[in-house]
């Protein structure tokens, strides 16, 4: 591993680099944080899948990305007169020490060793901590963007919900409200109402996220481990027929049936 001056030297060189290519490059120069956001939302994503097949090699290269990105639009915004980075990480810095007071005194020295709170008890009281900060003035809901797609959205808002003490009190009972909500898509489905219908859906897809994070199950990991899981079971039907000349369309749904079953079997 790297001494912390290392750490600091190639933290100045990626600087110097993103000074050199905003100077001389281009392509560089022409771009602003409205045409670089659509790039970086794919390296969080690549960098979410680099994690999720624990792969340390990609993982690393993958901050490395996202992390030339935030030095990106902190010189933009240098250019500006805005900010720079040193602002932006000092209000990170001041932030974390101002919601860890068991670790940090206001000052940012460090509090004493003795008996800290658990992990439980610190995330039980997380959102109440924050809404306390010089600029929480704000719904605690309101840091959630509207644009985040809807199941990490679900998921934030009830992990923010937990953090104010809103929360069930035993996680089996999560069961009779995901009951009750499957109850009222029946309901909807009978009313013919497609609005109806499309909120009594959604409201069924948030109570199993729920219940998803309360047995401490990622709801994201576990569709996607679902989805790959139908991709390798489809292509095993494609492999025994469209690739062999044969069209869905002269099988039955109990031939197409059988044939998944078999790639069940073999293990995908």
Not at 16 to 27: F, I
Not at 29 to 38: D, F, L, N, V, Y
Not at 83 to 89: G, L, Q, R, V
Not at 242 to 252: A, E, K, M, N
Request: contains cysteine; hydrophobic residues 40%; charged residues 35%.
């Amino acid at each position: 591993m790297n001494t912390r001056k290392e750490k600091l030297e190639q933290f100045g060189r990626l600087l110097d680099v993103m000074d050199s290519l905003r100077e001389r490059c281009p392509w560089n120069a022409e771009q602003t944080m409205e045409s670089i956001r659509p790039m970086t939302e794919e390296e969080v994503y690549e960098l979410s899948d680099a994690i999720l097949k624990h792969d340390s090699n990609e993982t690393c290269k993958e901050i490395g990305d996202l992390l030339y990105h935030m030095v990106f639009y902190a010189r933009i915004a240098q250019e500006k007169g805005e900010f720079d980075i040193a602002d932006s990480i000092r209000k990170i810095c001041d932030k974390m020490i101002f919601r860890h007071p068991h670790v940090f005194r206001p000052d940012g020295s460090l509090v004493p060793e003795g008996e800290a709170p658990s992990a439980k008890e610190i995330a039980d009281t997380w959102e109440l901590v924050k809404a306390k900060e010089k600029d929480g003035n704000k719904k605690v809901m309101s840091g959630i963007p509207h644009s985040m797609p809807a199941l990490l959205k679900a998921l934030s808002m009830q992990e923010k919900a937990r953090g104010c003490g809103f929360d069930w009190e035993k996680r089996e009972d999560v069961w009779d409200k995901v009951r009750e909500e499957v109850d009222e898509v029946n309901e909807a489905i009978a009313g013919s109402n497609a609005a109806q219908l499309e909120m009594e859906f959604g409201d069924l897809l948030f109570s199993i996220i729920n219940a998803a994070r309360l047995y401490n199950v990622d709801p994201e990991a576990a569709l996607n481990r679902s989805c790959e899981k139908f991709r390798a079971r489809f292509g095993y039907i494609e492999d025994r027929t469209i690739r062999q000349g044969v069209s869905f369309s002269d099988l039955s749904l109990a031939e197409l049936d059988a044939i998944w079953d078999e790639a069940k079997a073999s293990g995908l």
